[in-house]
């Protein structure tokens, strides 16, 4: 009997031990495995265009593969980019899934570099469920979608409708029960993905994983930056590695809650990112061209948007309604720009004639453009994303009203830091800690800040140019269009940016 238990012991550790490609030991035998072993083999290795080849968690499969996810595929990460840089043809397919890959690393790094700190292993799932899903509300063409529910008076967000899109998902697909086994709450998914929340009152840095409130230093714009600069040709030099290797758990001086911070040393790195950031602003996102091509497709959208309509739980909604049904919004993708500009039932519409010109190249001429800074008597630089958006589109309105005979579109170009004041202010620094790795015992570094100003005082000049940017339709006598475009901008944009500018 002992010899029996010994060879079946051999047998089993040669089992185990045969793990290389070409092994074939035991070929007509099977692995023996545990319960480990096969959550481990349903698990899927996904090859990455920037990460290399990148594990993600068997429901986070599970997720991936519906049609929900799938339809992330047909959305454009850059929009009508495309059309100015032609390999800026990425999904935000990719992009979800090195989100969620970069959020596991993430908490990876937190745990190793603060290990008396413990994150569950259903909150670190949780948290790549959120990368994953955070951008599941998008709209065809991605941003250009919000820009079109704006001109169409219709509030909204691509975050809010993530997390509905996320619900609507684990509904359809009967994902409850897998949610329960691996002891995930889609509330708190959700919560992660808005990146605020009271469900883990003390664990708040984990919101700052996937989408950064505090100071905007988050895995989407990490994989974002790297992804869209291979395809723009656009050299990025942030390198997200080293605020892995020197990222720590520290007590915020001003709230006392554990935040993510960073070794001063650092700051540099995350100034880095901020420039980077606004270099893709400058050169791509906000170029002039690109400007002009989203307000195009805007303006065929909004001609569709009460004869393009999508069917779903037995009822029809129009193009601006879609978001109110996520059926209907799952059926929205950037196929919508084929619609318009091949189907039959859009003969001779203008939404058609518009897409044409697109196709044509004949765009929009520019009118006028000018800084907002130049026609106010005060700076504007703390203005809102939405208080601009709602000043553009009352700029147009006035414009189309007070200069009978043309049709006029603006936008505005916005190039800084991604706030008006210096945004590595918000960012926590420690110093080079002792022996101990405790985040009670790490002390900040009130100074990292000034002390990089000295270095690069130009790399950490907020900029804040806000600039507003005036097309039409057609122009013949473009000179004499433009000057009375800027004559209309000196006398009603004060007034209409004063409705929406914060009170001193």
Known sequence: MAAKSSSSGREESRLHSCSKVGDTSFPNKKFLTTPVMTEVM????????????????????????????????????????????????????????????????????????????????????????????????????????EHFLNDCDVKWRHEDCSVSMLKHLVKENHLESEFKRYNVNIDLVAELILGEGQRLPNKQYLYQIVNNKLNDIDVDKWDYFLRDGKQLNISI????????????????????????????????????????????????????????????????????????????????????????????????????????????????????????????RQLYPLVHRFNINEILSESAPNIKKDALAYTVRDLRKVLNDKIPGHKFSADALRLDFGSHINP??????????????????????????????????????????????????????LQSLSTEVSQACQQYLPDILRKYMPSS
Request: proline residues 4%.
């Open 424 to 477: 590595l202010s918000k960012v926590v620094f420690f110093k080079k800690p002792s022996s101990s790795r405790h985040p009670a015992d790490l002390e900040v570094d009130h100074h990292a800040v000034d002390e990089l100003s000295k270095i690069l005082p130009c790399q950490l000049n907020t900029g804040n140019k806000i600039e507003i940017l005036v097309f039409a339709e057609e122009a013949k006598d």
């Open 42 to 145: 349903t698990e899927k290795v996904f090859n990455d265009s920037v990460h290399g080849h990148i594990r993600l968690h068997p429901l986070c499969v599970k997720i991936i593969d519906t049609l929900q996810f799938q339809r992330l595929r047909n959305l454009k990460q850059l929009g009508t980019t495309y059309l100015v840089f032609p390999a800026a043809c990425g999904k935000r397919f990719e992009h979800s899934l090195g989100v969620a890959y970069l959020a596991g690393q993430m908490v990876e790094a937190l745990r190793s570099n603060c290990p008396e700190v413990q994150i569950l292993p259903e909150e670190k799932l949780s948290v790549e469920i959120a990368g994953l899903c955070h951008d599941l509300g998008h709209g065809p063409f991605s941003h250009l979608w």
């Open 237 to 360: 030099s942030f390198d997200y590695r080293r605020l892995l290797t020197f990222c720590r758990l520290v007590k915020s001086p001003i709230t006392g809650d554990y935040v993510i911070g960073f070794r001063n040393k650092e700051a540099v790195t995350i100034n880095d990112m901020f420039r980077v950031r606004a270099d893709l602003h400058l050169r791509a996102y906000q170029h002039q061209v690109v400007k002009v091509l989203e307000l195009m497709f805007v303006d065929a959208f909004v001609a569709a948007k009460d004869d393009y309509t999508v069917n779903a739980d037995g009822k029809t909604f129009k193009l601006h309604e879609a978001q109110e049904n996520m059926n209907a919004m799952s059926k929205l993708s950037d196929h919508i720009h084929h619609v318009l500009l091949y189907d039959s039932r859009f003969d001779n519409h203008p939404a058609r004639n518009i897409l044409q010109r697109i196709s044509r």
